[in-house]
């Protein structure tokens, strides 16, 4: 089974930079799809950015400019760098995967959240 394991959340000022992990871990015959979506207090959980095995990234259009994500198959880790925070990015981050446990079976797995708070 497939765990995806984030970190690097914390509390920063705004315009400040902050870059999340997530790991994957486990046993499976690949991990297509990455990406990263967020949930605001109140709000519905949204696609942030994603990436997918050939390196095409997509963003949603709040974040082009500021976020960048990538990703490191060797390690089977994504990552999202953050720069010029705003209180708006405030948010508890999921990293999500679409996994092949094997060659026949697909799956999506999400991590367990990390938060990033934008504040002064």
């Known amino acids: 089974q497939v765990q995806l394991v984030e970190s690097g959340g914390g509390l920063v000022q705004p315009g400040g930079s902050l870059r999340l992990s997530c790991a994957a871990s486990g046993s499976f015959f690949s991990i297509n799809d990455m990406a990263w979506y967020r949930q605001a207090p109140g709000k519905q959980r949204e696609l942030v950015a994603g990436?997918?095995?050939?390196?095409?990234?997509h963003y949603v259009d709040s974040v082009k400019g500021r976020f960048t994500v990538s990703r490191d198959n060797a390690k089977n880790t994504v990552y999202l760098q953050m720069n010029s925070l705003k209180p708006e990015d405030t948010a508890v981050y999921y990293c999500n995967a679409q996994v092949q446990p094997d060659r026949f079976s697909f799956d999506e797995v999400w991590g367990q959240g990390t938060l990033v708070t934008v504040s002064s």
């Open positions: 990436v997918i095995n050939s390196g095409t990234t």
